[in-house]
């Protein structure tokens, strides 16, 4: 009975020192039933986030796949940083935003700032990528500069996405080079790109996606642990991305938390967990494509 008594304690105890929820920033989908749910894929139970906590904290590698313009899975990652921290050292933590040449600016900023001297322009002193919208990242990454745990890029350098897009190099992998993993992949591409895409492009684009995965994962196993990666959903997904590289590599399985704005569907094949948040306003991304002149990236 004593015993029992001491876990609900300590149970209670970690609730209790879990940071404060976010508030929503999203606009759409506020009254949504799936508003903030988190859901165990593998059982369809609903977690409370400390109950989340409790679960990610013993893993040794942690992905976390995000909508790149939702601040609110920008929010939820800090919150989810600060919240494992609380229950055990963070060993790292690697970003898809970050590529190899970012990663002695990334050190040099974080000595200014263990030093008390930090840049008045962070995203200059970062060589921050206009690509990604600082005002999305600014406050995770100015967060982790100041953590003990090192700031790891995870992406490949823009001579390395050149070099491949002219010449794909051959992909090893049981599982991350099955044929229909290719297929799914394809078909994301052509799909992201409005159809619009010449399909002599299409092998070379697949290369990279395919490169860019398994320089995540490279860069993941490699990396001090616990270590959790933040990168795009379809990089993440346990079917088409990074964890298949992984266990082609090190015969590991990782953990892999979705953040999805309500309404999506995630199933246990892409993601062992999933937290529903509000959505961004529906955009037209193709509408700029069909334009006369304009061609697609």
């Not at 008594?5 to 105890?13: I, P």
């Not at 996606?209 to 994962?217: E, G, I, K, L, S």
């Not at 990074?242 to 979705?258: F, R, T």
Request: a negative charge; one cysteine or more; proline letters at 7%.
């Amino acid at each position: 009975m004593r015993i029992l008594v001491l876990l609900v304690l300590g149970l209670l105890t970690a609730c209790h020192s879990l940071p404060s929820l976010p508030e929503w920033q999203s606009p759409e989908g506020r009254e949504h039933p799936e508003l903030g749910l988190i859901v165990d894929l593998r059982s369809d139970a609903v977690l409370t986030p400390a109950q989340l906590v409790a679960e990610l904290q013993a893993q040794d590698q942690l992905l976390v796949g995000e909508r790149h313009d939702n601040p609110d899975h920008h929010a939820l990652q800090l919150w989810l940083l600060r919240a494992l921290a609380e229950e055990r050292p963070q060993g790292s933590l690697l970003l898809e935003m970050l590529d190899p040449q970012q990663q002695a600016l990334v050190e040099a900023v974080r000595r200014e700032v263990r030093e008390g001297r930090a840049p008045a322009d962070l995203p200059e002193a970062l060589g921050w990528q206009r690509g990604w919208d600082w005002a999305q990242y600014g406050a995770l990454v100015s967060h982790a500069l100041a953590q003990p745990y090192p700031l790891l890029h995870a992406n490949l350098r823009r001579d390395e996405i050149m070099s491949i897009y002219r010449a794909a190099p051959s992909l090893q992998g049981r599982k991350s080079a099955a044929a229909a993993v290719s297929e799914a992949l394809l078909a994301q591409i052509e799909v992201s790109h409005c159809g619009m895409l010449p399909a002599s492009q299409l092998p070379a684009m697949l290369a990279v996606q395919q490169q860019r995965d398994r320089r995540m994962a490279e860069r993941t196993l490699a990396a001090a642990e616990p270590a959790m990666l933040l990168a795009g959903a379809f990089h993440v997904r346990r079917d088409l991305g990074v964890p298949l590289h992984i266990e082609d590599l090190s015969g590991k399985s990782v953990a892999v938390l979705m953040l999805a704005e309500v309404g999506e569907t995630v199933s246990a094949a892409q993601a062992d967990y999933v937290w529903y948040t509000p959505a961004q306003p529906e955009q037209d991304h193709c509408e700029q494509l069909r334009r006369p002149g304009k061609q697609p990236g």
